[in-house]
């Protein structure tokens, strides 16, 4: 006897089509929604809240006040600089078109010289 898994209800009420958009829809979301959280730790970081807080790093704030892994907190953290130095770089991470593992990766390599061009070769990649 086959056993099939009963039908969610967003399987019954949308369309390929709707699917389709949904996704894209909330894919945006994410990207304002991260940006924006980016930005928030930036700011954090920069005020230095985090010992107000009890942490004596940001990277034990992430990780014991806001619970995130270790990778996420390396990522955030060193992204949140990067847009300090480099706004664009915060405009184009919530817009998708770039992404926090590209940012991490070309970080050691920006300049204010070339951060543009490097950002605009990441972008989409």
Do not use: W
């Not at 958009?21 to 920069?46: F, H, M, P, T, V």
């Not at 664009?88 to 770039?98: D, T, Y």
């Amino acid at each position: 006897m086959k056993v099939t898994p009963p039908k969610t209800p967003l399987k019954e009420k949308l369309t390929n089509e709707a699917l389709m958009n949904q996704c894209i829809y909330q894919l945006k979301i994410d990207r304002k929604g991260e940006a924006a959280l980016i930005e928030l730790l930036s700011e954090i970081d920069e005020r230095k809240l985090f010992a107000e807080e009890g942490y004596a790093s940001m990277f034990k704030f992430c990780t014991g006040r806001l619970h995130l892994s270790e990778p996420q907190t390396y990522r955030r953290i060193r992204a949140s600089r990067i847009i300090r130095n480099y706004p664009v770089a915060l405009e184009m991470l919530s817009k998708g078109e770039i992404h926090m593992t590209a940012l991490n990766i070309i970080r050691p390599c920006l300049t204010p010289d070339n951060h543009l061009e490097l950002l605009r070769l990441c972008k989409h990649k």
